[in-house]
C-alpha cells in the first residue's frame, strides 16, 4: 500500500511552497472529476499527488538524471536542448516507482503523459493531464471554460488543453516538442 503521507513530506521538502499547493489542489481536483467521470477517485488524487515529483529540479539535474537512469524518452535529444523541463514527467515516473514503489501502470502512464499527452491516452491520462491543466491554482485566460468542459467531455477538455500549450508556446516564440504536434494531429481529428 502506498503510503500519502510519506508522498506529502516528500513534497513538502522538495517542492516550492506554491507548487506544493498546486500538487495538492491539483491531486484534490483530479480525484473530483474522476469520480464525476465514473473513474477511481483514490487512484486520481495519487497519480495528483506524484505527478509533479521532479519539477522543482533544475535542468541540469533533470538531464543527468535521465542519462544516468537511462529513461526512455520520446525526442530525448530534443527535450534535452530545448525544453528540459519536460523531463520532470519522466523523471517523475522512475522517482515515483524508486521512492514510492508505485507500479500501478495507469498511474505510472498518466504521471509520464501530464505535461503533453501522447498518441495513445486512456481516459485516466487524460483526466490527470487536465486536472494538472485546469487545477485550482491555475489562472491564465480561458482555464474557466477548460474546468467547465472537464465535467462535460473529458476528450474535448484534452485536445482544448492541448491547443491552449500549443498555442502559448506560439505565443512565447518557444520550440515545440515534436511529439506535441503529433499528439495535436492525432487527437484533433479525433473530435
Same mark, same amino acid.
Given at each position: 500500500?502506498?503510503?500519502?503521507?510519506?508522498?506529502?513530506?516528500?513534497?513538502?521538502?522538495?517542492?516550492?511552497?506554491?507548487?506544493?499547493?498546486?500538487?495538492?489542489?491539483?491531486?484534490?481536483?483530479?480525484?473530483?472529476?474522476?469520480?464525476?467521470?465514473?473513474?477511481?477517485?483514490?487512484?486520481?488524487?495519487?497519480?495528483?499527488?506524484?505527478?509533479?515529483?521532479?519539477?522543482?529540479?533544475?535542468?541540469?539535474?533533470?538531464?543527468?538524471?535521465?542519462?544516468?537512469? $537511462?529513461?526512455?524518452?520520446?525526442?530525448?535529444? $530534443?527535450?534535452?536542448? $530545448?525544453?528540459?523541463?519536460?523531463?520532470?514527467? $519522466?523523471?517523475?515516473?522512475?522517482?515515483?516507482?524508486?521512492?514510492?514503489?508505485?507500479?500501478?501502470?495507469?498511474?505510472?502512464?498518466?504521471?509520464?503523459?501530464?505535461?503533453?499527452?501522447?498518441?495513445?491516452?486512456?481516459?485516466?491520462?487524460? @483526466?490527470?493531464?487536465?486536472?494538472?491543466?485546469?487545477?485550482?491554482?491555475?489562472?491564465?485566460?480561458?482555464?474557466?471554460?477548460?474546468?467547465?468542459?472537464?465535467?462535460?467531455? @473529458?476528450?474535448?477538455?484534452?485536445?482544448?488543453?492541448?491547443?491552449?500549450?500549443?498555442?502559448?508556446? @506560439?505565443?512565447?516564440?518557444?520550440?515545440?516538442?515534436?511529439?506535441?504536434?503529433?499528439?495535436?494531429?492525432?487527437?484533433?481529428?479525433?473530435?
Amino acid at each position: 500500500m502506498i503510503n500519502e503521507v510519506k508522498i506529502i513530506n516528500y513534497l513538502r521538502k522538495n517542492l516550492t511552497k506554491q507548487r506544493f499547493n498546486h500538487v495538492l489542489g491539483m491531486a484534490e481536483f483530479a480525484r473530483k472529476l474522476a469520480l464525476h467521470h465514473g473513474l477511481k477517485g483514490d487512484k486520481a488524487k495519487l497519480a495528483g499527488l506524484l505527478h509533479d515529483l521532479a519539477r522543482n529540479w533544475n535542468e541540469k539535474k533533470l538531464i543527468e538524471y535521465s542519462k544516468n537512469r $537511462f529513461l526512455r524518452i520520446p525526442h530525448k535529444k $530534443f527535450i534535452m536542448e $530545448f525544453q528540459p523541463i519536460l523531463l520532470h514527467s $519522466f523523471v517523475g515516473v522512475d522517482l515515483a516507482k524508486k521512492i514510492f514503489h508505485v507500479k500501478d501502470k495507469n498511474i505510472l502512464s498518466a504521471i509520464a503523459k501530464h505535461s503533453f499527452g501522447a498518441v495513445q491516452m486512456s481516459s485516466f491520462d487524460k @483526466l490527470i493531464y487536465v486536472a494538472d491543466l485546469a487545477a485550482p491554482d491555475r489562472t491564465y485566460r480561458g482555464v474557466e471554460f477548460l474546468r467547465k468542459i472537464a465535467y462535460k467531455n @473529458l476528450d474535448q477538455a484534452f485536445i482544448e488543453g492541448i491547443k491552449k500549450k500549443i498555442s502559448h508556446l @506560439l505565443e512565447v516564440n518557444e520550440k515545440i516538442y515534436p511529439e506535441a504536434v503529433r499528439v495535436w494531429n492525432f487527437w484533433v481529428k479525433q473530435d
